[in-house]
């Protein structure tokens, strides 16, 4: 009896010394995170970011209360209804990140587009700002879906989803679980936290995901406790406190990003991206998915794409870029892999 008694005391001991460390963590000043100024790369400004369309639409539809801003493509003296593709951006991205010049390639193509901002992002609402919260954001495509299904424009059986990096495994778990989805377009993918999380700790070392992990915990309680968020930057330079880090980022996001980019995240999001996995509901799809992958890759692992190649199996068709996960947005880069999505489409919509 004495015996199972200590037990119980140590477990409680270390119960105890553990929260007494995440009150800490969550309520001491600091620790400090230097703000990552992007250097903006004007050259790039007007292919990645052009002037607004003008048959662009602002719309919007609700989710949970909350109101998420869109932008809606639809093509002229073109009959209707029309096929729709919806289109979000990945980590920390918003719709006028370099999503505009693919809207306006399948707006032209006889496309409608349907591109938006995640709540807590862009010109979305939700408190605080700049969360990224996986449940949320799946909420968010389906609330997409069912605006556009239920526009006089749209056919409400021709939906196709197209997502980009964190988004390229957003919309892998929203066709498994949408059977009416058309095609999927998943470009440069993420689709596996666990085998991301381990590429990044061989790349940055023990050090580096110790100290986010610190952050994440931070931010994590502070909002159990009903206080301010924690925030870190999207992306800094090698060797800063950043989600992303490596060099391509940093001078991609330079590119990409509008004046207008807010470069901050909550920090919890650290503790959980780990743990989503869109590769395991890929045998659940039942439509086409189109698999853009960038074999130079150094963010989402090339194994994870080749495990959802294979979970598909017959529904999924797969184009090679020998380039990184970011140059497939600009240039020469991006006229190949919109030109092949172009097919895809034309082809199952």
Not at 50 to 75: I, Q, T
Not at 279 to 287: F, L, T
Request: charged residues 20%.
């Amino acid at each position: 009896m004495e015996t199972v008694v200590s037990i119980f005391q140590g477990i409680a001991i270390l119960i105890g010394i553990f929260v007494l460390y995440l009150l800490v963590v969550a309520l001491i000043p600091g620790p400090t995170v230097p703000e990552q100024h992007l250097e903006k790369a004007k050259e790039h400004t007007r292919e990645t970011n052009p002037k607004p369309c003008r048959s662009r639409k602002d719309v919007s539809f609700e989710v949970k209360g909350m109101s998420l801003s869109a932008w809606l493509y639809l093509p002229e003296n073109v009959s209707t209804p029309l096929p729709c593709i919806i289109m979000g951006h990945g980590f920390g991205g918003i719709k006028d990140m370099g999503l505009e010049p693919y809207a306006i390639r399948y707006q032209e193509a006889g496309f409608a587009v349907l591109a938006f901002d995640y709540r807590h992002f862009g010109e979305s609402d939700g408190e605080p700002r700049q969360l990224v919260w996986i449940p949320y954001q799946l909420e968010d495509w389906l609330a997409a879906i069912t605006y556009a299904r239920g526009l006089k424009e749209i056919d409400p059986a021709r939906i196709a989803l197209w997502g980009t990096s964190m988004s390229g495994g957003h919309v892998i778990v929203t066709a498994a679980k949408d059977k009416n989805i058309a095609c999927v377009s998943a470009q440069c993918p993420g689709l596996d936290g666990h085998a991301s999380g381990e590429m990044i700790s061989k790349r940055e070392g023990i050090g580096y995901i110790l100290r986010m992990i610190m952050h994440g915990q931070r931010d994590l309680v502070r909002s159990w406790l009903g206080l301010s968020p924690h925030k870190i930057p999207i992306v800094g330079k090698p060797g800063s406190i950043a989600c992303l880090t490596t060099p391509d980022a940093y001078d991609a996001f330079g590119k990409l990003a509008p004046e207008n980019f807010i470069n901050e995240v909550c920090a919890r999001i650290i503790l959980r991206a780990n743990k989503y996995r869109p590769v395991k509901h890929a045998q659940n799809v039942r439509c086409p998915v189109l698999l853009p992958i960038c074999d130079n890759d150094n963010l989402t692992p090339i194994s994870a794409a080749e495990e959802t190649e294979r979970n598909l199996g017959k529904y999924a068709e797969v184009k090679h870029y020998p380039i990184g996960h970011f140059d497939i947005y600009i240039g020469d880069n991006f006229e190949r892999s919109v030109s092949d999505q172009l097919g895809f489409f034309e082809k199952h919509l």
